[in-house]
């Protein structure tokens, strides 16, 4: 295990949970979010169970003593199934993406552990897959991009299981992010987000445990040093 350092004198703190933590993935499903200096954030959470990753940056504007308005300035988000313009087949996956990540590589890996290597060409990509390899209810594919995690030191994977697959997955930026309201305490950092008529909730809705000097993440995730 690696120990998570708590950096007070840089006025830094991280919030985080940790759960679904199973043998039989790479990686625990991890929510986690860095405060600097009560003045930017990042929140990061990541599913692999789910195939699900997001991420958002924004900048903190103080309304009282705990809570704070969030002005987001980058929102990624993975999205799996959903709308298919593509016809979906057996022997391809279809990946979506910003024109940030054309020309960067991105590797195939199947649960024996076997790798292919192939380059990001377009916004709208289609990679062959090896259906002798990906074919039962039990097997997985992780797309692993050449795009790091801004908080826990890894690479972005993308997890896409046989008996649900995400044959067509997005790694897109939002055009206009939502903005929304963070209550946070010594012990909490919470989502403060109000209703509408024409949204259930704006921004991201999470709440997550200050992390502890010492703590330790599972299966060798670490932060940043």
Not at 126 to 139: M, V
Not at 160 to 173: A, E, H, L, Q, V
Request: hydrophobic share 30%.
């Amino acid at each position: 295990m690696t120990s998570i350092s708590y950096c007070q004198e840089n006025k830094i703190i991280y919030y985080y949970r940790n759960y679904h933590c199973f043998d039989f993935v790479k990686r625990c499903e991890l929510e986690i979010l860095k405060i600097k200096d009560l003045d930017t954030l990042i929140y990061v959470t990541s599913s692999e169970f789910h195939g699900e990753y997001e991420e958002i940056h924004g900048k903190l504007s103080k309304i009282n003593d705990s809570i704070y308005f969030v002005k987001t300035y980058k929102h990624l988000r993975q999205s799996g199934n959903g709308d298919k313009p593509f016809s979906v087949a057996k022997d391809s996956i279809f990946l979506y993406c910003d024109s940030s990540l054309i020309n960067s590589n991105l590797w195939i890996e199947y649960l024996n552990g076997q790798k292919e290597q192939h380059k990001i060409y377009s916004t709208e990509n289609k990679f062959w897959i090896n259906e002798k390899l990906f074919n039962k209810d039990k097997d997985r594919l992780y797309l692993i991009l050449e795009f790091k995690n801004p908080i826990v030191n890894e690479n972005v994977e993308i997890a896409s299981k046989y008996f649900d697959p995400k044959f067509c997955i997005g790694f897109t930026s939002l055009r206009e992010p939502d903005d929304f309201y963070i209550i946070v305490n010594e012990k909490q950092v919470m989502t403060l987000n109000f209703g509408s008529e024409s949204h259930q909730s704006i921004g991201p809705i999470f709440k997550l445990d200050r992390m502890k000097q010492g703590t330790q993440l599972p299966k060798g995730r670490k932060l940043y040093d």
